[in-house]
């Protein structure tokens, strides 16, 4: 009895290092002329008897070894054989590739139109296609919506990039870009007098977000987090935009400063500029709008030698926002019992909002067979000078309007049912530091031929003065 459970025992270990050993692909299958979903195609590995077949809603699942680079095929009769090169994943991960197959008469191409990383509850994605998503905000938050499910806009209209997960507030959000934290205590009071956030689209290489559950390196419980990795340039190259909303350019390179292939220099410079005074003069507050957004932000990387990098991040972001209310007329009530509400404004509404950060990194990440240990040292300092002025008197009426078709004052004023006056003064300043030093780091444990385990690391303080 004691042998068979020792026996037991051992085929469950062995069942589990297993599991932990695979990866899952996940994805459907469609025509590429007609689109529609194609069954009983045939996806292996090429090279072994693993595989599986989709569903008559062209649906397949099929678990990978963990770790390796294989090359997915996929076959069926009265289709051409459609490879994919899938490249290693981490033990437990997710990936979705959605292909779209050609019929063996067909001239195209068979198209991978969609590949998507999930790990430990989290969303990777690179935004090569983001950018080709319309915005009127200009920033990349206002994005996400679109990549996680449980994530809405902020209650600010289209204006706004401020984002919920799961009814949680906009500031419960966790940003990383290349390690450092990024600090968002700026609270607008609406869509209208926000400005550009900090990560720039244009400066980006890869994205992770998860709007829950996502792993314990990220720190605090909050509902979600946002983790951004910068380009690591190799050549020369730029980029630029305008329209009428405004408009951004960035430049990125790379200089070999030393002997070694190693020695190298790496810069990313981005600008942005924006304005929504198009946008708001389409509000039913009629009046003078100048809003004006800039931001400017660098991100520069220095080899040291084979195992030692330096970084260094700054960014320097202005919103100012002037408004100058006139009138407002706002209609409701029914069809035969139209009223107005018409309001008359004296005064203005200053803003200006100016943040600034810098960071300095150095990271140790030698060979990982000759050092499984890697650490990397933080230091950054977050700045916010916020002001809000706003002497602002309002003198409202209830109208009723005549809504008969057949009368010679259709449209026109009949009777004032009330009159009132509002008068809103703030006088808003806050001048905010927050600095912050950290430790991460972590060593690499090879388990077995095929498997290894990372245990991850961090130390750090954060102070407000």
């Known amino acids: 009895m004691k042998k068979n459970f020792l026996v037991l025992a051992g085929l469950l270990v062995i069942g589990h290092l297993t599991a932990q050993d695979k990866a899952l692909l996940t994805g459907t299958v469609t025509d590429a002329l007609s689109s529609q979903s194609v069954d009983l195609v045939?996806?292996?590995?090429?090279?072994?008897?693993?595989?599986?077949?989709?569903?008559?809603?062209?649906?397949?699942r099929l678990e990978v070894p963990a770790n390796q680079r294989i090359v997915l095929v996929f076959s069926r009769i009265g289709y051409k054989e459609s490879t994919v090169d899938v490249e290693p994943l981490p033990k437990g991960a997710k990936q979705q590739i959605d292909i779209a197959m050609p019929p063996?008469?067909?001239?195209?191409?068979?198209?991978?139109?969609?590949?998507?990383?999930?790990?430990?509850?989290?969303?990777?994605?690179?935004?090569?296609?983001?950018?080709l998503l319309p915005t009127t905000t200009g920033n990349l938050e206002s994005m996400l919506p679109h990549l996680a499910l449980g994530t809405s806009s902020g209650s600010g209209g289209e204006l706004t990039s401020q984002y919920n997960v799961r009814g949680g507030n906009y500031d419960e959000n966790l940003v990383y870009v290349n390690d450092f934290e990024i600090y968002r205590p700026?609270?607008?009071?609406?869509?209208?007098?926000?400005?550009?956030t900090f990560p720039n689209i244009d400066l980006v290489q890869s994205l992770?977000?998860?709007?829950?559950?996502?792993?314990?390196?990220?720190?605090?419980?909050?509902?979600?987090?946002?983790d951004i990795h910068y380009k690591r340039p190799e050549k020369f190259a730029g980029s630029a935009a305008a329209s009428l909303l405004g408009g951004s350019a960035h430049l990125e390179g790379a200089y070999q400063l030393g002997k070694t292939k190693?020695?190298?220099?790496?810069?990313?410079?981005?600008?942005?500029?924006?304005?929504?005074?198009?946008?708001?003069?389409?509000?039913?507050?009629?009046?003078?709008?100048?809003?004006?957004?800039t931001d400017v932000q660098g991100y520069l990387t220095y080899d040291l030698n084979r195992n030692w990098q330096l970084g260094l991040i700054g960014n320097y972001n202005r919103s100012e926002f002037f408004f100058k209310p006139d009138e407002r007329r706002t209609a409701f009530g029914l069809v035969n019992y139209a009223l107005e509400l018409f309001s008359v404004f004296e005064g203005q509404?200053?803003?200006?909002?100016?943040?600034?950060?810098?960071?300095?990194?150095?990271?140790?990440?030698?060979?990982?067979?000759?050092?499984?240990?890697?650490?990397?040292?933080?230091?950054?300092?977050?700045?916010?000078?916020?002001n809000e002025r706003f002497d602002i008197i309002g003198r409202y009426s209830l109208r009723?309007?005549?809504?008969?078709?057949?009368?010679?004052?259709?449209?026109?004023?009949?009777?004032?049912l009330g009159a009132g006056t509002q008068h809103q003064y703030v006088r808003n300043f806050l001048e905010a530091q927050v600095s912050n030093v950290e430790v991460k780091g972590g060593i690499e444990f090879k388990v077995s031929p095929k498997r290894r385990s990372v245990e991850r690391w961090a130390v750090g303080n954060h102070s407000t003065p």
């Open 262 to 293: 190693y020695q190298k220099l790496r810069y990313l410079v981005g600008a942005r500029y924006k304005t929504t005074s198009y946008l708001l003069g389409s509000l039913d507050v009629t009046g003078e709008y100048a809003p004006n957004f």
């Open 208 to 226: 992770t977000f998860s709007s829950g559950g996502f792993e314990a390196r990220y720190g605090d419980k909050q509902s979600s987090v946002l």
């Open 400 to 416: 009723q309007i005549e809504s008969g078709l057949g009368s010679d004052n259709f449209g026109e004023v009949v009777a004032e």
């Open 186 to 196: 700026q609270l607008i009071r609406a869509g209208q007098q926000e400005g550009l």
């Open 349 to 386: 509404e200053v803003d200006d909002f100016t943040t600034s950060m810098v960071g300095t990194s150095l990271t140790y990440l030698p060979e990982r067979e000759k050092n499984p240990l890697f650490v990397k040292f933080l230091a950054s300092t977050y700045r916010s000078d916020e």
């Open 104 to 131: 063996a008469d067909a001239m195209v191409e068979v198209e991978v139109r969609e590949s998507r990383i999930e790990q430990g509850g989290m969303i990777r994605e690179k935004t090569d296609e983001l950018k």
């Open 42 to 60: 045939t996806v292996y590995v090429k090279g072994t008897n693993n595989a599986t077949e989709t569903s008559d809603k062209g649906i397949w």
